[in-house]
């Protein structure tokens, strides 16, 4: 018997929404634009590939250079991202979780490349036994749940019970729907979206005392008492 954390990566472990957001809005403001909040927290927790381009064409009603234009954004973001140390709290929940036996893993709906580069930059790639993301699972992204039901796999039947910390809806979705009691920590563009599907939501990780989060989630059954949201 055995017990699991499940990390998403962006947002969760690191704040790469932030830098995400800023090198869009740079490239939207290059064409006299604003970016639109709504638009862009429809695909918060997913793999958006090049669908932000399909929306300026759409709006600009013109074809544009699409290789110009990712590689433009993704040199902003991996410049903004470079700077970025963990999130509050993470580091101390993985002590923790490793002092008490605790699985880790990863469910990212982005690609390795990204997920294990800054991992290993953060010197957390070592803690986790998995790391899933979308090229393990033929590309898929979140909301759909094969990210964490691939990493349920690898856990093994041992696993008795995984709890997955996220920190959009879409991700809370993929890990409700993959069977998984969800800690959600809203990133703050989406903190005000529904976030009623997961059992419990914290403003920070540092909220609550790590140890007696992990009792909370591992030694009660189900996820109740003094940490419960619901």
Known sequence: MSYAL???????????????????????????????????????????????IDELERILGKPLNRHELMARRQQTKDTLTESKKPLPGVTDLIDAAGDRGIQLAVASSSAHEWVDRHLK???LYGHFEHVVCRDDVHGVSKPAPDVFV??????????????????????????????????????????????????????????????QLLESLFEIPGINGPYDAR
């Not at 947002?11 to 639109?36: C, H, N, Q, R, Y």
């Not at 991700?171 to 005000?192: C, I, R, Y």
């Open 150 to 211: 691939k990493a349920l796999e690898l856990l093994g039947p041992n696993c008795t019970k995984a709890v997955a910390i996220e920190d959009s809806p879409n991700g809370v979705q993929a890990a409700t729907d993959a069977g998984l009691d969800v800690v959600a920590v809203p990133n703050p563009l989406v903190k005000k979206l529904d976030f009623s599907l997961a059992n419990l939501c914290l403003e920070h990780l540092t909220d609550v005392d790590p140890n």
């Open 6 to 52: 499940i990390f998403d990566f962006d947002g969760t472990i690191l704040d790469t929404e932030t830098p995400a957001w800023d090198s869009m809005v740079e490239v939207w403001k290059s064409f006299g634009l604003e970016l639109p909040l709504d638009w862009w927290l429809k695909g918060m927790g997913t793999n958006r590939k090049d669908s932000w």
């Open 121 to 123: 930059r953060l010197n």
